[in-house]
Nanobody, 115 residues
């Protein structure tokens, strides 16, 4: 069955970095665009970043542009989100999402940015 397993979340101080990973299985990873979404406490889920099937095209929410980088390794069926210069407002549960005709969601990983 389809599985998306996020890892790499944790507690960091403002200005620090984290790298999230999303290990995919159960579908043809290279034919799906990959996305990261997040949901902060009391807020709606929001788009963070996306990457095309080949990695040649990426998009970012304005709030993370210049600080976050999405990437993928189709040979390893894994997507990544490199997060630099983290801010307290980046605190959220981060979800990995595979998209084509359907959307597959991971279970999420908590990122907390606090001093």
């Amino acid at each position: 069955q389809v599985q998306l397993v996020e890892s790499g979340g944790g507690l960091v101080q403002p200005g620090e970095s984290l790298r999230l990973s999303c290990a995919a299985s159960g579908f043809t990873f290279s034919t799906y665009a990959m996305n990261w979404y997040r949901q902060a406490p009391g807020k709606e889920r929001e788009f963070v970043a996306s990457i095309s099937t080949t990695g040649g095209s990426t998009n970012y929410a304005d709030s993370v542009k210049g600080r976050f980088t999405i990437s993928r390794d189709n040979a390893k069926n894994t997507a990544f989100l490199q997060m630099n210069s983290l801010k307290p407002e980046d605190t959220a549960v981060y979800y990995c999402v595979a998209s084509r005709a359907l959307y597959y969601w991971g279970q999420g990983t908590q990122v907390t940015v606090s001093s």
